[in-house]
C-alpha cells in the first residue's frame, strides 16, 4: 500500500476530526495527507506531504532504523531488519547454521528457565541476552523463509 492508502485506512476507523484535534492541525489537512501523491512522490497534489512520507524520508536522509524501531516501540512492536539474502542457492552449511542457532536459543531458553526456578526473575543482562538471541533467529528465519520463497531450494 502507498502511505496515503495505509493513513487513510486509520484514520477512517477513527475519524478526521479526531486526528486532527489530537494532532493539532486542520481536518482538510488531515484529508490532504489522504490524498495519492504526485508523479515526483514527494509532495502531495495539495502541497501537504503526510506524516509517513516525512518519517520516510527522515529514514532515508539518516539512514537509522532507530527511527523505525522507536516507532515500532510505539505500537508494542519491535524492529528487526530483514536479512540479505544472495540468489545463490543455499546449500546444507546454511541450514546446518540456522539449526544450530535454534539449538543456541533453545538452550539459552534452558538456561534462563533455570535462572528462574532458582531466583524467580530474568535480570537485565538476560532479558538483553534473550533478546540478541530472539533477533538473531529471527533474521535466520526470515533467510530461510525468502530462500524458499525464491525457489532456492529447488531442484534444478
Known sequence: MDSHQ??????????AKKVAGDMRVSSS???????PSTDNDTIEPSGARNPLDRVAALLESTNDANVVQWLCERAGGFFVHDPEVSDRRIDAEYIANTQRIIEDFSRLLRALSGAIADDGKVDEAEARKIRTQWQRLKRYGEAFVIACERGMFAET
Open 6 to 15: 495505509v493513513l487513510q485506512k486509520a484514520i477512517e476507523k477513527v475519524g
Open 29 to 35: 489537512l488531515v484529508y490532504k495527507w489522504c490524498q
